[in-house]
């Protein structure tokens, strides 16, 4: 038995046969022509692959899609076909020369500042194979699997999980790689277990009959011994029975005995968890907490977020996703954010704080407004508190739709724009901040409490008021209810409060169709809403 640890990349547990997938170097002994015709063959190389990258690209959905077409484009790539015609032009075959140029450009992207940029070396490098595998007549598929099983390698290309069939790759674990790069999204979203940055030699040790991939604990077990794999068949099972069972009421609409019916979302926080959520039975992301695309404290590009967002869409497979802008502050600190505000939680945090520092707010408005061009994507800025908030929050709104349209970006100009009511001030003003524009309603009862009853969510002492002392609550909540209906305009209740089922049959009792809570909950929720008759009297708490 020989155990390697490794990073998770894409959380889960399986066990099968370890199969080696080899991305093979330049052909060298085909002998090297007249630069005239070398440079002639690569640039029909490029043309089949660009047309292959294309055809992935057509079958791809969401993220994928786009990174197929990124390829393409990095086969154009001026720099890179520069340093390519030099090799050929002093005498290097055309396969040989297209490798050395992409291991240089892929350096040069690795040595970039930005992770994210960085991340992309190995796309270039994927795209670049691609071509070389064409010179050398090598196949584009080489793994034909016939049984299902986990594949290792010392990097695991987007293409090789998208050309190999699903069913087939039970998990992955690479030498190198990262948890932020294209395929280990890619494994996210397929629900693919997965480690990256796994050491030592588990390489050397070719294809192995038996393995457990155990990528929540970050652990690959080559030849695992009896005991380790019982306990893994036991856990396999274990997790497979709950599914079952959790499965045969996630899939049923949530209606009342009297025929109401409740949508019901999950809060969430990235692709993952979106995808588990759907799995236990949401309808869709009620709120996603931006700001986890914020790793180690540091600001995530554009790009990145824009990729980040598509990741949740596909997560969510077409259902709705309401993302919230970065609310940063109080209890999520980020560093050089107001760290040493005098009382965190009536300092600077939401959409006051993305207001003091506009570039970061326009970057995530035009990733957000990018994203929404791809999915049923709404946006819901936290923490306003009046009008005056909404109306300025909105100027970085129609700045951010300005830039994209002078940049001739794709975007969803109709996205719709909600505001998160999380202060009693909102909850009491909100007729103004319908009337100023505001198109949807997400009331957070983990703030609304805080704020209205002056207790700490942090503070365990105050449990009380999070969960039966909350009548105020309700109240606001009411006043809410009251200024959305004539307008039509939907209202959601999100928050751990809403997640409790008693609390969560008072709100529907009281007029929300809508509840977003943390995925764990929601069957509890659902089981709970499925025996209530709203046309009875209701039981005493
Ligand atoms: C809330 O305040 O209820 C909410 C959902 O937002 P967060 O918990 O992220 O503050
Ligand atoms: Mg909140």
Redesign the pocket.
């Known amino acids: 038995m020989w155990i390697y640890q490794g990073a998770k990349a894409s959380p889960g547990l399986v066990m099968g046969p370890v199969r080696r997938l080899e991305h093979g170097g330049a052909g060298l002994e085909r002998v090297v022509q007249a630069p005239g015709r070398e440079q002639a063959l690569l640039n029909a190389a490029v043309v089949l692959a660009k047309d292959e990258l294309r055809q992935l690209e057509d079958a791809a959905e969401g993220t994928d899609k786009d990174i197929f077409l990124f390829q393409q484009l990095m086969l154009d790539d001026p720099s890179l076909n520069q340093e390519i015609a030099g090799y050929i032009a002093a005498g290097a075959g055309a396969a040989p020369a297209m490798e050395r140029a992409a291991r240089i450009c892929a350096g040069r992207i690795e040595a970039a500042e930005d992770e994210y940029i960085r991340l992309r070396a190995v796309d270039v490098l994927d795209a670049c194979r691609r071509v070389v595998d064409i010179l050398d007549g090598r196949p584009r598929n080489p793994l034909r699997l016939d049984t299902p099983s986990i594949l290792v390698s010392e990097n695991i290309y987007p293409s090789d999980i998208v050309s190999i069939d699903r069913g087939m790759i039970l998990g992955l674990a690479s030498a190198g790689g990262s948890a932020q790069s294209h395929a280990a999204i890619i494994a996210r979203t397929m629900g693919i277990p997965a480690l990256v940055q796994v050491e030592g030699d588990f390489l050397d040790r070719g294809s192995v009959a038996g393995a457990v991939l155990d990528a929540d604990n970050g652990r690959l077990i080559l030849e695992p011994d009896e005991a380790v794999r019982k306990d893994a068949q036991r856990r396999i099972v274990g997790a497979s029975i709950l599914k079952k069972r959790l499965a045969v009421l996630a899939g049923e609409p949530c209606f009342t005995k009297d025929g109401t019916r409740v949508e019901l979302l999950a ?1 969430c926080s990235g692709p993952e968890d979106v995808e588990l959520a759907i799995e236990a039975g949401a309808e869709g992301v009620g ?1 996603l ?1 931006s700001e986890f695309v914020i790793t180690q404290g540091r600001m995530p590009s554009e790009e990145e977020q824009y990729y980040f967002y598509l990741g949740c869409l596909q997560a969510a497979g077409g259902r709705p996703v309401t993302v919230r802008t970065f ?1 940063i502050g109080a209890d999520g600190p980020v560093p050089g954010f107001e760290e040493d505000a005098p009382n965190p939680a009536l300092g600077m945090r939401g959409v006051r704080m993305s207001m003091l520092h506009p570039q970061l707010f326009h970057e995530q408005l035009c990733a957000l407004l990018r994203a929404s061009a791809h999915g049923s994507l709404r946006i819901a800025l ?1 923490m306003v508190s009046c009008p005056e908030d909404w109306r300025m929050a909105m100027e970085h709104v129609k700045k951010a739709r300005r830039d994209l349209r002078r940049r001739g970006a794709v975007f969803n100009g109709d996205t719709e724009i909600g505001c ?1 009511v ?1 202060v009693p001030s909102a909850a009491v003003l909100t007729a103004e901040i319908l009337a100023a524009g505001c198109q949807f309603v997400v009331v ?5 409490i805080q704020y209205t009853y002056a207790a700490d969510r942090l503070d365990g002492r105050f449990a009380a008021y999070f969960d039966g002392r909350c009548a105020a609550v309700h109240r606001l909540v009411d006043l809410v209810l009251a200024a959305a209906a004539p307008l039509a305009v939907p209202v959601s209740v ?2 751990l409060h809403a997640g409790s089922p008693n609390q969560a049959v008072r709100y529907v009792r009281q007029g929300v169709r809508c509840i977003s809570t943390e995925a764990a909950s929601l069957l509890a929720v659902k089981a709970r809403l499925l025996e209530e008759d709203l046309t009875a009297p209701p039981a005493a708490d």
């Open positions: 809060s709120l907490r609310d936290p998160m999380e957070g009862t983990n703030d609304l999100c928050g």
